[in-house]
């Protein structure tokens, strides 16, 4: 089992930047996983917006966010963490953290998720 606990959201302008991070706990060693971040809006699907390989070598992003967010992670602190710069409206969601047992986009691939935490970006 793993515990996943999201912190760092809130409310920004556009135009301004956040950090999010998860803290991971659990008996399997956080470095067995790969990490990501999803996201829901009001109203739509969850949807994928980054990963990372279980050394940090490898990351993947959305098309929507590629060049202004930047996933991260310490092994050491068994933390993940995404860096958004250049926030728009259309970011506003619920930001969730997964680990999965390897590196993919598809939800359904990740086993443990975090409550999630909420960013709202104001026009």
């Known amino acids: 089992q793993v515990q996943l606990v999201e912190s760092g959201g809130g409310l920004v302008q556009a135009g301004g930047s956040l950090r999010l991070s998860c803290a991971a706990s659990?008996?399997?060693?956080?470095?067995?996983?790969?990490m990501a971040w999803f996201r829901q809006a009001p109203g739509k699907e969850r949807e994928f917006v980054a990963v990372?390989?279980?050394?940090?070598?490898?990351?993947n992003y959305a098309d929507s966010v590629k060049g202004r967010f930047t996933i991260s992670r310490d092994n050491a602190k068994n933390t993940v963490s995404l860096q958004m710069n250049s926030l728009k409206p259309e970011d506003t969601a619920v930001y969730y953290c997964?680990?999965?047992?390897?590196?993919?986009?598809?939800?359904?691939?990740?086993?443990?998720w975090g409550k999630g935490t909420l960013v709202t970006v104001s026009s």
């Open positions: 997964a680990a999965g047992s390897r590196m993919t986009r598809s939800e359904y691939n990740m086993n443990y």
């Open positions: 659990g008996r399997t060693p956080f470095s067995a996983y790969a």
């Open positions: 990372i390989s279980w050394n940090g070598g490898t990351t």
